[in-house]
């Protein structure tokens, strides 16, 4: 049995930090909220979707410091102490992710309200969580309901949504190392999973020139993208069609860095060198991470090249039961400087 959970509703438009109450009586949501942010998305969407709900529910807030079990584990004592029927997360892909396993994990329903357009688990099944050292992608379930609020996502820097385009144009190696995983290994593959996915990745090349923009329909391009990326895993019941050796690569700096950069970032960068370990046209994917003004290199992503060796060098034991480009001996120093420095990543 394959069991595909998704939204039942997903609202993309303009001022809705209001609209929240509106949508939790549509799904019947019980009279007792808590809403999630961090510090600084408090302020920005967080206090105003709070006094707006207050309104009509009885809602308690916390604040989430960072995604780790820990965090997680505060909020199900605080559901379950609290009587909490439902949740919603006000923030970027770390709030979002507390909020997604903490509900689950509490057996609620949780609404997401991103801040940013920058990773796909806007509206996906599954939560990148701080683990013993290394973040892994642990089965959720998806929120019941997606609000994506544009003028939101707009004020946020440019940066975010740059970020979001890294995060989708992973897609493409993602889904080479599935096809690798699937021929050599016997893996479960979804064509549909997997196309669905790789139409994301699509839509940010052609769409490159738009989205540099940074206005109202960037962000909304870029916010449809992530929705299917993130549906798409959905589908699969697992993140494989959305994060492979690239995905690796940047929780290996997560995990050697005291200051990484943005998820969606590292993870452009890492879908050039392993586009390039595929065999793919990985001048193209660079091409367009340029045209968007993201970081194409170590300097631009602000991390000395010797983290970016030593993160494609331990990539591939990071999570060692999804099989990738990088297999199981992962690379050696020299095969990692080298594929470095041909695509110019340093
Ligand atoms: N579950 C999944 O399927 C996926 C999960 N992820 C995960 O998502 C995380 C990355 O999310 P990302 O959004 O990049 O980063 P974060 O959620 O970690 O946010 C980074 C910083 O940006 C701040 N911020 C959020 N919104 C705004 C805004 N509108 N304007 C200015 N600053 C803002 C945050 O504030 P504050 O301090 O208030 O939080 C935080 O300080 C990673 O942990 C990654 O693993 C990524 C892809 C898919
Ligand atoms: O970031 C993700 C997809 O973009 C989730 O991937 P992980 O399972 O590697 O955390
Ligand atoms: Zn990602």
Redesign the pocket.
């Known amino acids: 049995m394959h069991l595909m959970e998704l939204p039942r509703e997903v609202i993309l438009g303009e001022n809705l930090k209001d609209k929240v109450s509106e949508v939790a009586k549509r799904l019947k949501l019980n009279e007792r909220a808590l809403i999630l ?6 302020k ?2 967080g206090n105003e979707v709070e006094k707006h709900l207050k309104e009509d529910f009885n809602v308690s807030a916390l604040t ?1 410091k960072a ?1 780790t079990m820990q965090e997680v584990e505060r909020v199900i004592r605080f559901i379950e102490d609290n009587s909490i029927g439902w949740i919603i997360g006000v ?7 507390v909020a ?1 396993l903490s509900s689950f994990k509490a057996d609620i329903p949780f609404i997401s309200f991103p ?2 357009a ?4 806007i509206a ?1 099944a ?3 969580i701080k683990d013993l050292g290394a ?1 892994t ?1 642990i089965k959720a379930k998806p929120p019941i309901a997606v609000i994506v609020d544009v003028k ?2 707009k ?3 440019y940066r ?1 949504l740059a ?1 979001g385009v890294g ?1 989708m144009i992973s897609n493409l190696t993602a889904v080479k190392d599935w096809q690798l995983a699937h021929k050599l290994k016997g893996e479960y593959y979804s064509e549909y999973a997997a196309s669905l996915s790789l139409m994301s990745a699509k839509m940010v090349i052609k769409n490159a020139d738009v989205i540099r923009l940074g206005n109202e329909e960037s962000v909304r391009k870029v916010v449809k993208g992530l929705i299917s990326s ?1 549906v798409a ?1 959905s589908i699969a019941g697992s ?1 494989r069609p ?1 994060s492979g050796a690239e995905h690796l690569f940047s929780h290996a700096l997560d995990m050697l860095l005291e200051k990484p950069a ?3 970032e590292q993870c452009g960068i890492g879908t050039i060198v392993m586009a390039y370990l595929h065999g793919l046209n990985w001048k193209k994917i660079r091409d367009t991470l340029k045209r968007v003004n993201a970081p194409t290199n170590a300097y631009e992503l602000g991390i000395e090249p010797e983290y970016i060796i030593e993160a494609l060098t331990i990539a591939h034991t990071i999570r060692p039961d999804r099989y990738t480009i990088l297999g199981k001996e992962g690379l050696t120093k020299e095969a990692a400087e080298k594929a470095a420095k041909i695509t110019g990543i340093i």
Do not use: C, E, Q, W
């Open positions: 942010y961090g510090k600084k998305t408090k920005i969407a989430i995604p923030g970027g892909g770390s709030i979002i992710d997604k801040t940013t920058s990773h796909d688990g996906s599954n939560a990148s973040k992608s939101v996502i004020t946020a820097p975010f970020a995060d993130s895993m993140s959305a943005l998820h969606g």
